[in-house]
């Protein structure tokens, strides 16, 4: 009894802090890009505008074919559940029942077979556009994550130094919503110290040691840096010795907010907000060695990951996203849970990542989330693995729209109607 009135009052009092601090989040850039965001004057709130296919910049010029596979794969994953469970938080995205019947015929399409203009009209026969708003405000901040590729070796020798860890068994995840409906959706990562709870370590603690000895180093790698930005990323290859290619993912995190190592380096007036990316801040951690350290323990965020298995039926598939399912180039999009749907397409309105006056207009699939996509009209675009990939997900920082497409037996207007006073 004694242990349990301890651990509720580090409970209550560690609650009550995340709330007084919950504003300091908005203060955090959302990427390493640098993109600051505002506290908002409101609280966050989905709005849904109905509108139509015609009024989709570009929808006529996209080729769909790559966004119905990724459907395909949230649909298989959709379809295990029962028909009356809704599909994500908000109730006017409907429940499985409801997109049952689209999705069943999305998994049974022959991809390789479609027609450019067939893909177009499985959407438009089956599905009515909602342009999305933050309090009926359309504009959002759109960014882009990859896959990174690493070198590394299943044991610690020559230059495979840094270890990936595994998620540790003494991790202790506490939901707050389950105290109090005030802090619904959110996590304390904590471990337990006799009988107090107290934070997971971070970073610095990680990196001078803290782990050490407990038989968690999942694979080394030869680039301190690269791992760093494998837990901005979530995911990753790491190429063996041998040519293998081990794939891993994102298993947990050690609970500490997520700071851009980006607004640090602006702040040491070394770059500035017009030249910073994920470029500049690579190069510059390896051309200063004896400041790296420092400047990544800034970020006391740190991320455990687990090994992957390749799908042999799709194993040119990208990796798995929050949903479960793998993520598909150029056309999976990560956003914030506490609004969207995982499964759910979305037409994507923004400009290119290396050219602002060139459009990126795109049919996508909610498939992935991150602790810095927060808000309504928020987005990340997976861009897939490679250099390429790198450099279109470290330029990428636009604004831009979004549309929500929901199967035409959906219709969330009556939902508010049926709930409203």
């Known amino acids: 009894m004694k242990r349990r009135l301890v651990l509720s009052r580090s409970l209550s009092i560690i609650s009550i802090l995340v709330g007084a601090?919950?504003?300091?989040?908005?203060?955090?850039?959302?990427?390493?890009?640098?993109?600051?965001?505002?506290?908002?004057?409101?609280?966050?709130?989905?709005?849904?505008?109905?509108?139509?296919?015609?009024?989709?910049?570009?929808?006529?010029?996209?080729?769909?074919?790559?966004?119905?596979?990724?459907f395909a794969r949230s649909c298989a994953a959709m379809l295990r559940r029962d028909d009356d469970k809704p599909v994500g938080p908000d109730p006017r995205m409907g429940t499985i029942g409801q997109w049952r019947a689209v999705c069943e015929k999305a998994v049974s399409i022959n991809i390789d077979a479609l027609r450019k203009e067939d893909a177009r009209a499985f959407f438009e026969s089956g599905f009515k556009p909602y342009l999305s708003g933050n309090r009926d405000n359309p504009e959002g901040l759109f960014t882009g994550y990859y896959e990174p590729e690493l070198r590394g070796s299943l044991t610690r020798e020559g230059p495979f130094q840094t270890p990936i860890y595994l998620k540790p068994d003494d991790m202790i995840s506490v939901d707050l919503g389950d105290f109090s409906d005030e802090f619904k959706g959110k996590k304390l990562v904590g471990r337990l110290t006799g009988s107090n709870l107290k934070p997971y370590y971070d970073r610095a603690e990680i990196e001078k040691g803290a782990l050490a000895g407990r038989d968690l180093e999942m694979v080394w790698v030869d680039d301190a840096v690269d791992a760093f930005f494998l837990q901005i990323q979530g995911s990753g290859r790491v190429v063996l010795p041998d040519g293998s290619v081990l794939r891993i993912g994102?298993?947990?995190?050690?609970?500490?907010?997520?700071?851009?190592?980006?607004?640090?380096?602006?702040?040491?007036?070394?770059?500035?907000?017009?030249?910073?990316?994920?470029?500049?801040?690579?190069?510059?951690?390896?051309?200063?060695?004896?400041?790296?350290?420092?400047?990544?323990?800034?970020?006391?965020?740190?991320?455990?990951?687990?090994?992957?298995k390749t799908d042999p039926d799709d194993p040119t598939a990208g990796p798995l996203g929050s949903q479960g399912v793998a993520l598909e180039t150029g056309r999976s999009l990560a956003v914030d849970r506490r609004f969207h749907a995982m499964g759910v397409p979305v037409w994507l309105e923004t400009t290119d990542p290396m050219n602002a006056d060139r459009q990126f207009h795109r049919l996508m699939i909610a498939q992935d989330t991150g602790g810095a996509i927060r808000g309504p009209v928020r987005g990340d675009i997976f861009f897939g693995p490679g250099d390429d990939a790198a450099l279109f997900a470290g330029h990428m920082n636009r604004k831009g729209q979004k549309y929500v497409l929901l199967p035409d037996v959906i219709d969330p207007a009556n939902w508010v109607k049926e709930t409203t006073p």
Request: net charge negative; glycine share 6%; aromatic share 12%.
């Open 250 to 308: 994102y298993a947990a995190t050690n609970g500490h907010p997520y700071f851009a190592i980006g607004r640090e380096l602006i702040d040491r007036g070394v770059l500035t907000r017009e030249t910073v990316s994920l470029q500049t801040i690579r190069k510059w951690l390896h051309d200063n060695p004896d400041q790296a350290d420092e400047v990544m323990n800034t970020n006391a965020s740190f991320v455990f990951f687990r090994p992957l």
């Open 21 to 70: 601090g919950a504003a300091l989040i908005w203060m955090y850039w959302p990427q390493i890009t640098g993109q600051i965001e505002t506290p908002p004057e409101a609280e966050d709130k989905l709005t849904l505008r109905p509108t139509s296919f015609s009024e989709l910049d570009g929808w006529q010029q996209d080729d769909m074919r790559p966004a119905i596979r990724a």
